[in-house]
């Protein structure tokens, strides 16, 4: 079995990601025409790089110009990014739906544990009125998988979401409520409630519906109206078949064959693994049929024990619909 299979990519422990990751550079280098090209016009090859940090990043935003897959196939899957009218979206090829199930439902159950033991409760008004969201496709994988009749989607339903929320709290039913932050946002400000068996995530996103805040103010907020001890996170994008997650603090940590990864944001090509803040590059080998080396507009800082939190975005980036609040 090889690097380059999704059983061997999800079984990974954290100390192979390095040896699976050049496995996957040499075979992307061979079939990602875009990629390849990139690697190429920084006058790289297979050959010279030895180590995750001389891998060259492709910019997420040939995401939005380009096709970037390896190989030549027809897609079972179109993520797309939501942006905004004045902005080109971001476009994912996925070549094996299965593989985006496999990637978010394992990395889930690692953190959370079985996903049948939550009522799956979604909160994410703007992106189930749009198609290709990648968010909404894991989130609905979730509520099938949960078992729970109780699982489902909300829109603008709020007093709904508050009767059945105090109903599961009441028999003491374990629940994720993941929402997009103005979503949360905008039902904390109608609702007090005490949640003691609710998990509350939020995935980041104000998409101009509100002025923004930082993470500090919105979980705050969060926890004061909703009565829950901590805030997680989700940390995830069109581009990216995996997530990161935050169990509070907003510090979040990857599943084994995901790894973030800074660049300096004077000398990208100057990439490091060590403690402090600059821009976020990651490593994702579940975008093995598309480019699992991707550098983002994300400004992050990492900490001793690889943990890392969001600060913020690159100033001459495009607004995307979910962008990170500063923090």
């Known amino acids: 079995m090889t690097a380059v299979s999704p059983e061997y990519i999800f ?9 699976a990751a050049l496995e996957v550079f040499r075979y992307q280098y061979r079939e990602n025409d875009l990629y390849r090209a990139y690697v190429d016009a920084l006058h790289k090859s297979p050959a010279s790089v030895k180590n995750i940090y001389e891998i060259p990043y492709l910019p997420i935003q040939f995401f939005k110009s380009h096709e ?22 971001s476009r994912h090829l996925v ?18 544990g079985p996903v049948s033991d939550y009522v799956i409760l979604g909160l994410l008004p703007s992106y189930l009125e749009r198609q290709h969201s990648s968010l909404v496709r894991m989130v609905q994988e979730m509520v099938e998988r949960s078992g729970h009749a109780e699982s489902g989607f909300y829109l603008y339903e709020h ?31 109608q609702y007090t409630l005490q949640l003691r068996h609710t998990i509350v995530m939020e995935t980041g996103g104000m998409k101009g519906r ?4 930082t993470r500090q103010e919105v979980h705050q907020f969060l926890k004061e109206r909703l009565g829950a001890a901590v805030i997680h996170a989700e940390y995830g994008m069109t581009e990216l078949l995996s997530q990161a997650y935050s169990k509070g603090d907003g510090l979040f940590e990857t599943p084994p064959w995901m790894k973030v990864l800074l660049r300096d944001e004077n000398d990208p090509f100057q990439i490091s693994a060590a403690k402090g803040a600059g821009v976020i590059n990651v490593i994702d080998l579940a975008n093995i049929y598309s480019c699992a080396f991707i550098a983002t507009e994300d400004i992050g800082r990492m900490y001793a024990d690889g943990r890392f939190e969001i600060l913020g975005r690159l100033d001459n980036s495009a607004l995307r619909g979910c962008s990170l609040m500063v923090s």
């Open 68 to 89: 970037v897959v390896a190989g030549h196939f027809e897609p079972e899957l179109l993520f797309e990014s939501s942006g905004t009218t004045q902005t080109v979206n």
């Open 159 to 189: 007093d709904k979401l508050s009767h059945h929320l105090q109903a599961l709290e009441a028999r003491g039913q374990k629940v994720l409520l993941i929402g997009v932050t103005f979503g949360l946002l905008d039902f904390a400000e």
């Open 95 to 112: 070549k094996e739906a299965a593989i985006y199930t496999r990637s978010f439902m394992t990395a889930f159950e690692q953190f959370y």
């Open 11 to 19: 079984s990974l422990q954290e100390s192979g990601l390095e040896a």
């Open 210 to 213: 509100r002025e923004e805040w």
